[in-house]
């Protein structure tokens, strides 16, 4: 199993930047290639915000194309998720999510709110 947890969430103003963080840990920890962000706001579908692979490799959403960066050190086991000019709408639940290469099989964390205000 994989085992997730986030940090970094809290409230911000519009315009104001967050850092979010997963470490991640487990038994088939080495299993995983792709970790990623996504976010669910009330009332709405939870969202791809960024994933990154093994190897470094990044998708973003467009909503944060070039507000958000997303990165990852092997070694620690650990994505980040650095949030810039952030709006409003950004606030959400923000999840960190792990993927398996081979079964697909994702893992998620417990989730940490951002609250962006205006």
């Known amino acids: 199993q994989v085992q997730l947890v986030e940090s970094g969430g809290g409230l911000v103003l519009a315009g104001g930047s967050l850092r979010l963080s997963c470490a991640a840990s487990?038994?088939?920890?080495?299993?995983?290639?792709?970790m990623g962000w996504y976010r669910q706001g009330p009332g709405t579908q939870r969202e791809l915000v960024a994933a990154v692979s093994r190897v470094g490799s990044t998708n973003y959403a467009d909503s944060v194309k070039g507000r958000f960066t997303i990165s990852r050190d092997n070694a620690k086991k650990t994505v980040y998720l650095q949030m810039n000019s952030l709006k409003p709408e950004d606030a959400a639940v923000y999840y960190c999510?792990?993927?398996?290469?081979?079964?697909?099989?994702?893992?998620w964390g417990q989730g940490t709110q951002v609250t962006v205000s205006s």
């Open positions: 999510n792990a993927r398996a290469a081979v079964s697909a099989t994702n893992y």
């Open positions: 487990g038994s088939i920890i080495f299993s995983i290639n792709t």
